[in-house]
């Protein structure tokens, strides 16, 4: 599976251009505007009047530095980019290894900063992972000093001893464990599980601050110093004080040049302001369709009303595109980041932007037709690539597939750049086919005089003009109250997808699906120290995941969760990597046990009916567990008494329908001893069903055949009835359980919307409506089978393509006449 990561290199670069004596190597773009004059943070636009408190930094270097070299404290603006507005304040040495800065904040800030070395190379900080610090918090509730340890910088990795902070998070007025906590020391950061337990690995020994910060910003932040020791776990429990809410208006004044109709946002450092708290695209952090929208009101004049946490620090800005794209800017071109410390009481707050533009580029106006069949629902979406490809942004639509964008800053950082169109943000798998590749785009250049883009898409990737598919009519017999007919999601996830799930759960529902199949993810890294948690940015968090099954009732679905763990490196890798010691066996079945407490909890809370635990990736965790070289994997000899004290725990936290997903790729392993603990089997069919070509009648013989023979005797040994989930792609080879490329066989999570097309695969959609086909055929005839499930379902958009998503193709048209049917609808 294909995960948005942070390339070290582009990291590197975008703060390269961040300082302006480095700005003459590249000539395309004036990078030095990326460093504004350095106002003291907190001084900038705020709606209240609030003191201010002194806080001095320090910090201890592992080195001292080279001559010419200079340290800066980088305060980090995460509304607009991590990377792309940074304030950088020069350090004074106090000695070789040791410096300070005594720097005056709003009372109440949530600084968020991270270190700079810049010389003849700039660098940023690392952890001990040699992974780069996104930032460090510190809450200034009044006057303070900070010191702080540097483990390492990017350009010289980290040889030294480590430990780990551990504890938990709870409300100090309920005593009640609070999930979705931020918690960072030393550069380091993680959320908190269900238990509110959370674990800092990697931390260098000596004293670190510990602070907790709430996303959403409902419970105030807490710090306090932590002393961490080699090889050691230093226990840290906080409690939290929930915060008071109140109604906070934004009354706005926009410039007189805003485009009529078209949306403002208001882009915020909370969670529900827009802020993932993840690295997207082009060091982008706020996404813009997860922004709320002002309502317009006399000309020029917008409002919105919000319940927002008294005493939190939110900074924020207006924007007609996102933080970066479309902001307000000030008279200078700087980028406006407003500051406000929401009060005890409601308030109404009076802002105005100043303008939208920066510098004297005259914006931009796109103006797109696109095809006919772009599907009904469907937004179309704009990307630009200035420095590497950004978030997309929503353009405005015109009506009769018209839509228009009208791009005003920051133009002036701009030369020459690319853009692209898409359908709902999903740029990279739901393109215009004249760009379908991250290397190609169309170009503009600014200009100091207006100008319009007449551009037109052609078709658009993997949506071809097509008619309904042809589904023949066959008799099938209603089976018993309880019988599954499910669509299972792609196991991954993007933050544009979120504001798309309602929609998405309608589409599901008029297949006449009965349930869904929910997959959210953990993610797992550094095999030594293990870090398995929820990752922002990476996999949906505990709130998104409440909405998704909120969506999924609203819409009359049925819930299963069936929580994946991304395993990096990929899948095999990762287990082959890791020192499978005694000690790394501990971690992976403590850090396993929270994440299915987890997703337990989740599913209890939410009301979810069932509960999917396994998988093929957890295989060699598993009593007798085998590497993918058929190697042991080490397992520990009381993994068995692990899981079933693993499975009673689940039991008593969620009372629904409980079932182990057990791969079938053509060879059933043996079921697991602790089974008889579980209700029902999630059988991950990917069976091939033809030898040789492909014929409906002898692909249903197949699979009744493997049914009878192979599933049926195994279902019987173990007691359990089972669910048959069925994973195959609209690529050719699938029927024979192997998708041919390069003298082997593809892994098909090769062919996921977000991965690059591979050419030499054929799309192949019939083939795969008449697997389904043949699978169903063999199913209607066996009253033990309890369900059906198409996996794979990919949610942000349709696509005929190769991948195992059915949605929009033929497939789905099969399901959407069997579904009912099967039910005795």
């Known amino acids: 599976m294909k995960r948005q990561t942070t ?84 350090m004074q040495p106090v000695e070789a290894q040791t410096y300070t800065l005594k720097m005056p904040f709003t009372l109440g800030s949530m600084v968020k900063y991270r270190y700079v070395r810049k010389g003849a190379i700039t660098a940023q900080e690392d952890t001990t992972s040699d992974e780069l610090v996104r930032y460090r918090l510190y809450h200034a509730s009044g006057p303070g000093e900070v010191h702080d340890l540097l483990a390492s910088w990017s350009d010289q990795p980290y040889n ?67 002393s961490v020791l080699s090889d050691s776990s230093t226990p840290a429990s906080l409690s939290l004080q929930p915060a008071k809410l109140v109604q906070v208006t934004f009354n706005l004044t926009a410039p007189a040049d805003t485009v009529v109709g078209a949306p403002v946002r208001l882009a915020g450092s909370l969670l529900q302001l827009g802020n993932t708290f993840g690295d997207l695209n082009g060091g982008i952090s706020a996404v813009s369709s997860r922004m709320p929208i002002l309502a317009p009101g006399e000309t020029g004049r917008y409002s919105i009303s919000l319940r927002l946490p008294a005493g939190a620090d939110i ?253 990096l490196p990929n899948g095999p890798d990762f287990w082959l990597k890791a020192p499978r010691t005694s000690g790394w066996w501990d971690d992976w079945f403590a850090r396993y046990r929270a994440f299915a407490l987890y997703h337990a909890d989740l599913a209890a809370q939410g009301g979810a009916q069932a509960l999917v635990l396994g998988g093929e990736s957890i295989s060699p965790a598993l009593p007798a567990g085998l590497l993918i070289n058929g190697e042991p994997s080490g397992v520990p000899a009381d993994a068995e008494s692990r899981w079933r004290s693993l499975v009673s725990e689940v039991r008593s936290r969620f009372k629904g329908q409980l079932l182990w997903a057990h791969p079938y790729r053509g060879t059933l392993a043996p079921a697991p001893v602790f089974i008889d603990q579980f209700d029902a089997f999630y059988l991950l069919w990917s069976a091939p069903l033809a030898a040789n070509g492909q014929n409906l009648d002898a692909m249903k013989d197949e699979a009744s055949r493997r049914m009878d023979e192979e599933l049926y005797p195994f279902l019987s040994s173990a007691r359990k009835p089972a669910v048959i989930a069925v994973d195959y792609p609209s690529a050719r080879g699938a029927s024979l359980g192997c998708v041919p490329v390069g003298g082997g066989c593809l892994d098909w999570m090769s062919l996921t919307p977000t991965y690059p097309d591979i050419s030499s695969v054929p799309l192949d959609l019939q083939g795969q409506a008449e697997l389904y086909q043949a699978m169903l055929m063999a199913i209607e005839q066996r009253e033990w089978v309890s369900g059906f499930v198409s996996r794979g379902y990919y949610p942000p958009v349709s696509l005929m393509d190769k991948s195992s998503s059915v949605r929009g193709k033929p497939t789905a048209d099969l399901l959407w006449y069997w579904y009912p049917r099967l039910l005795g609808r």
């Not at 005593?175 to 960072?184: D, E, P, Y």
């Not at 200078?332 to 409601?346: A, E, H, K």
């Not at 379908?436 to 600014?446: G, L």
């Open 7 to 90: 390339h070290r290199w582009l990291a590197i670069l975008v703060l390269v251009f961040a300082l302006p004596s480095l700005a003459c190597q590249f000539s395309l773009v004036d990078w030095s505007l990326f460093n504004p004059s350095t106002p003291i943070p907190g001084m900038g636009p705020t709606s209240t009047p609030t003191p201010l408190v002194e806080i001095n930094f320090k910090i201890t270097l592992p080195a001292p530095l080279a001559p010419g070299e200079t340290l800066y404290l980088a305060v980090l603006d995460e509304v607009t980019g991590l990377a792309l507005n940074p304030l950088l304040y020069a």
């Open 160 to 226: 030294g001893p480590t430990g780990r902070i551990r504890g938990s998070i709870t409300n100090a007025a309920s005593g009640q464990s609070l999930a979705n906590i931020l918690v960072s020391a030393g550069g380091v950061s993680t959320l908190t599980d269900s238990f509110g337990q959370y674990t800092l690995e990697g931390i260098m020994p000596g004293t670190h601050l510990l602070t907790a910060y709430a996303l959403d910003g409902f419970y105030m932040p807490f710090q306090q110093g932590a």
């Open 315 to 567: 900074r924020y800005k207006y924007t007609l595109g996102d933080g970066f794209w479309n902001a307000e800017h000030d008279a200078d071109g700087n980028f406006v980041v407003r500051q406000l410390i929401v009060p005890d009481n409601d308030t109404v707050i009076t802002d105005a932007v100043r303008t939208w533009q920066a510098g004297p580029s005259a914006p931009i106006l796109f103006n797109v037709t696109v095809p006919a069949n772009t599907p009904v629902g469907d937004t179309v979406s704009i990307q630009f690539n200035p420095y590497g490809w950004t978030e997309p942004i929503p353009m405005w639509p015109l009506g009769n597939n018209r839509w228009v964008y009208r791009l005003y800053s920051p133009l002036n950082m701009l030369g020459s750049f690319g853009y692209r169109y898409c359908r709902n943000d999903q740029c990279g798998a739901a393109d215009d086919i004249d760009t379908v590749s991250d290397n190609q785009s169309r170009r503009v250049s600014t200009s100091l005089t207006s100008e319009t883009r007449q551009d037109t898409v052609r078709a658009w990737q993997w949506l071809p003009e097509s008619e309904p598919a042809t589904v023949i009519a066959v008799p099938i017999k209603a089976r018993s109250a309880g019988f599954w007919t499910g669509i299972e999601f792609i196991a991954d996830y993007h933050p544009t997808w979120q504001p798309l799930y309602a929609s998405t759960f309608n589409n599901v529902q008029a297949l006449n699906a009965s349930v869904v199949v929910l997959t959210p993810t953990w993610t797992a890294k550094y095999n030594q120290p293990l870090v398995f948690a929820p990752t922002a940015g990476q996999d949906a968090l505990w709130n998104d995941n409440l909405q998704a099954i909120q969506y999924a009732r609203a819409a009359n679905l049925n819930v299963a969760l069936y929580p994946t763990p991304v395993l």
